[in-house]
């Protein structure tokens, strides 16, 4: 039967055993969209014109926010991250709706025992968070969404492409 | 002209001047949901029921999450919150998809001279992923959507209620 | 009948709420102390007076522990701690053993919503936890015990002095 | 002469070169115990079989504290845990005492080139620690004891099992 | 006779008691600067207009780190900042040598016990190194240099002002 | 054309890609000091004989700020430190000047990927500020001065020695 790899069989959470696994090249792409009014957007791209870099603070903020995941989520390991990167996409018209969004997507790579999913994904959910927070006083409704893990490469359990 | 708080007249990124605010209760409400497959929720309520408690860990991560609040959003002002509070829902079948859900709701509070919205909202995002991270050995196309504030109450800007 | 505070009516875990609570003195004084062999104190001792301080750096580690209290256990508050001051004392001949000790005793003070009995008693634990890593090349087999509140005073339970 | 290891040839504290060191497979097992009224015991009992798991957040809390070990003790290498498991044993009635208790013991795992005793130790200490915390408004006077090393291996100091 | 405070009659560091001090509005302003080739400011400059924005990461580095700050140094009391600001100005030839420079300015504010010199000071430090390395793959000879207290307002010390 | 490797194509901050990079043993030393009265120095070298131990407490906030560089400089890779060693010299007159002084030296070395600059900068650049906190009661105008790399070695750059 299928189990949570997290709890061992009396049902116990723990930080798996990850010593008998290999050092192999990993690497995993997450990524999220916040929806906006096209009236802040439009505030946000006049302030990366000129001054007020929005998605220069988020970026930061998303890059150091992948060096904390296994402070953040309790059953992680630690992991000495080799590459960070994160990108931001401006959407004037998310096909659907009314709003506008941005497009954060996160690539994270390590040499070691374990997958950097979680990295990635934390590197997005902090960057969205950074973009929810400078322009909150504007836009209170802004909603996070769509957050996922694109693509991840390495390990025992292969490769994981979202369709 | 509507111009970003986190930012002065030049431009420039700032942690904004809250010295003349005065100390007010505070609340924030935020809620999230992370979409999986039928299966895996059918797996993590055999786990809340017995043993493998997702649920249980996810909110003491959440918990901790809303603490480290100003150490992951870069302008945040750090806040001696008085109360968080983080309850889980489980949804069998979200409408409009094949897929089940759950909805995580974080409250926070303070007595103090900004709001707890980010809080909240790091509380939820934490919570989401660290549920991500206990099933995704088995269900890695999960996507954590939605997140958003529901309301917040005090300070000068008054009340917010999401329609 | 009595429950825990930490956990809600639905028995779950919350950061409680003390909001309403004022905002009065309190402090707790912990201790604690570490068995070790008569030879390993000696040598702590001749440190102490010369070179290769132990007690001068598991002071500091104690200090900042307690400032680290909120982000250790899960449940507990942020607190602006007000005072922090951590005592040791060398043991020669503890009662009843063969063992040498050194008693580590951390007073904590705030002024606040909540008492200050954890941070007091993490000051106490990473006090300890120091010795035992600046020592324990040569005396693997020291042991922690003893561990407890002595005193608290403030807020609305009132004082504690153990007998 | 015997001397301590994290203090150089004039007494300035070091964290010690491990960098000649090889990286081999290095487990600890380290635990402790916290002494508490029969009744308190009970009321952990009935929240873990219902509502209310002490336990469970203390485990949270044991595992998060191993992986902070290096940030809490001054002279401690940062190290890539690759395991760390922690178990809770309730017992009725301590030999010799009209005390219960409850028991934790921590194994901690990693390749490199140092040992985890003192990650093992930490995590003991801090699971301890917040299970006093939860219990506290019910039994202020619960004691943490006999928080030792039982074991550890790999490394060029070899073994060490406690009698 | 003179006598630091963070000491205590026998010689123990400690964090000193501020519990009996008042609430009061405190500012502190600290500066310093980092020395650079010609050159190396040519290439930030460059950044600073069109991508590759130097300024823009330190900035925020800096704003972080005053946030750190009782988390670094030790005997330091936590504070709930109200205002971080942090300035830097391009200096194209620094009187008296052959170097172009930065220098940062960072202004820090709170209600509280104790002052922000700490803050503002750490905040500067931060930025500074955040400059170097970024720009160190071109330039390791870059040297910190006159970091200081310019002035301070608030609390029973009264204001210092550097001549 | 020179470009700061800290930016991708794009102008875009990134955590670079050190993943092909080979695990090589890297050393690095910087050095600065901090100016103050002589009467100050004198406080301190007072202290040290007998009670009061300024550089003591300087010396572990160094070697923890170390530990921490990659949570302070936003684009640093997280390292395994292998040593640590931060050395103190007291001055009695600085050449040039009527001031007395501390120098500051840091050693820090790895096996990693990347070199560790910046960690030996942080703990120099932590000491000075732990010396200038611990003194500030009695000296506001102490100034941190000449902070700087002193060598270097190891890695695709090779050496870097400061004339």
Known sequence: ?????????????????????????RIAVASG?????????KLIRQGDAKKGDVIGVARIAAIQAAKKTADLIPLCHPLMLS???VDFELIDL???????????????????????EMEALTAVQVGLLT???MCKAVDRGMTMTDIQLLEKHGGKSGSFRRE
């Open 94 to 116: 998310v096909s659907g709706t009314v709003s506008s969004a941005i497009r954060c997507t996160a690539t994270v790579e390590v040499t070691g025992k374990t997958g950097v």
């Open 83 to 85: 590459r960070v990167a």
């Open 1 to 25: 039967m299928t189990q949570f790899t997290h709890f061992d069989s009396a049902g116990q959470a723990h930080m798996v055993d990850v010593g008998e696994k290999t050092d192999t090249h």
């Open 33 to 41: 969209q916040i929806l906006m009014q096209p009236e802040t957007l």
């Open 131 to 133: 973009i929810y927070d």
